[in-house]
């Protein structure tokens, strides 16, 4: 289950609900490993699956526009 769904609308802060929406329309697996600090840096890998039957044939294209809505 993803787990943006989980998080109720309520304890979204309105500024960041466009973003919420579009994480929970978009995202079907996604996994994130996140290393320790250390200094200024921080070690990590995450692996996004494409969804498939949403019209995403390129997985890098749909990393990009991810990022790209995020971001914003």
């Given amino acids: 289950k993803l787990m943006a ?3 109720p ?3 979204v ?3 960041l609900k466009e973003k919420m ?3 929970r329309e ?3 697996d996604l996994v994130f490993r996140v290393g320790q600090v250390k200094g200024n840096s921080l070690d990590g ?3 996004l699956n494409t969804p498939t039957g949403k019209g995403h044939k390129n997985s ?3 990393f990009m ?3 790209d809505s995020l971001v914003d």
């Fill in 5 to 7: 769904n989980q998080i």
């Fill in 9 to 11: 609308d309520t304890a």
């Fill in 13 to 15: 802060p309105s500024d």
């Fill in 21 to 23: 929406n579009f994480v």
């Fill in 26 to 28: 978009n995202v079907e």
């Fill in 45 to 47: 890998e995450m692996i």
């Fill in 60 to 62: 890098l294209a749909y």
């Fill in 65 to 67: 526009n991810m990022v």
